[in-house]
């Protein structure tokens, strides 16, 4: 299983990275604008040495965490030129998140060849999947939620891509992004999906259930009420 903190806030780094759970980071130029941060390598640079700080890793995790920034540009060489920029500031964490349009698909084939490592983003169809897989770049992300706003089941389709992974042996991992509830994580993990990046308020309620929070305040009342029992008898 491998989490990660859709997000640019650093708050919310220091909110759920020291959890443990996360393997990593995803932001893009829209996280950034949310975070009122510049979208620039400076300020990617250091937002990802804040994360750092933060960061506690799952135990059974033994690369490096990841961080993933997406690179902008205008035209296919400045989309290169700002992937291999992002990608120099740590090489083994860095992932390059490129949009799988056909220019993009160029970028991402040119990265990849400069060992870069790559997220093709921005999917919206398990057609996708076969480009993602064809390349052989590490991850590549359907964007469920927004699939689901364009009148697609954003569920099936990320299925599809994990069927396509998983009976073509493929290295690529399905990174299913823009959730937006934890009950479809539950139902894709049943089906053998297990990334997944997600946004501070859905983190908030994976971490929350009402009905554990009484259980565990149920304890602490029997606790309190015990050791009090027992200093009035002692
Ligand atoms: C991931 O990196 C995506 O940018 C993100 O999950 C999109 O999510 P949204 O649809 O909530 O903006």
Known sequence: MRLFLDTADVEQYKNFLGLGVFHGVTTNPTTLQDAKEPCTVESLDHIHRLAKKYWKRPPHFNRHEEFMCQTWGGTEDELYKTGVALSKLDRSRMVVKVPATKKGISVARRLH??????????????????????????????????????????????????????????????????????????????????????????????????????????FEAAVKDTSERVAVTS
């Not at 052989?136 to 954003?154: I, N, Q, S």
């Not at 999906?193 to 308020?201: A, G, L, Q, S």
């Open 113 to 218: 060849q400069s060992d870069v490592r790559v997220c093709l983003t921005g999917c919206y169809s398990a057609k996708q999947a076969l480009l993602a897989a064809s390349l052989g770049v590490e991850y590549v992300a359907p964007y469920l939620g927004r699939m689901t706003d364009k009148g697609k089941d954003g569920l099936e389709e990320c299925i599809k891509m994990q069927e396509i992974m998983e009976s073509l042996e493929c290295e690529t991992r399905v990174l299913v992004a823009s959730v937006r509830n934890p009950d479809d994580m539950v139902e894709l993990a049943r089906r053998g999906v297990n990334t997944f990046t997600f946004c501070p308020e859905v983190a908030e309620q994976l971490f929350s259930d009402p009905l554990t929070e009484d259980a565990a305040a149920e």
